[in-house]
């Protein structure tokens, strides 16, 4: 196990197979992992953090395109409920909120060509779409 600490008396216990889930920092903390050997590595958050939501999906999502970074088109209905439209289906979903937070890190190099984590988001929630998918079906008017 190894130890978290922050400028806010903030302390997390972590394995190295485990993430790391930290939120109430103020914006100019330093977090700093301290691995075998010393070895320290500094987590920074710079200003305003984006929050970002993890998508849950039921089975295989197939692609037929070259570009398989488009997955779908993510919508919200007036009651808030998400919807997801991918290719010619849609499912309707619902949000939760995790249990507890995640942070999402970016490494990069700093000015001396250490290595530093920088807090890139938050995510707080999940939209899970538990249902099969629906067929979307154009109607068709016959004169």
């Given at each position: ?23 109430s920092l103020n ?87 250490n290595t530093e ?20 079906v154009a109607g068709?008017?016959?004169?």
């Amino acid at each position: 196990m190894y130890t978290c600490c922050s400028s806010n008396r903030l302390a997390v216990n972590f394995s190295l197979t485990s993430f790391v889930f930290f939120h109430s920092l103020n914006a100019t903390d330093v977090l700093s992992f301290f691995f075998p050997a010393e070895m320290i590595v500094p987590i920074v958050r710079d200003g305003k953090l984006q929050e970002w939501a993890i998508i849950e999906l039921q089975g295989n999502l197939e692609f037929h395109y070259k570009n398989k970074c488009f997955v779908g088109d993510l919508h919200y209905e007036k009651n808030d409920t998400p919807v997801l439209i991918i290719g010619m289906h849609i499912l309707h979903g619902k949000e939760a909120m995790l249990p507890k937070p995640l942070a999402i890190l970016e490494k990069r190099k700093d000015e001396a060509d250490n290595t530093e984590y920088g807090v890139k988001a938050i995510v707080k929630k999940k939209l899970v779409f538990k249902g099969r998918p629906k067929p979307i079906v154009a109607g068709i008017i016959k004169n």
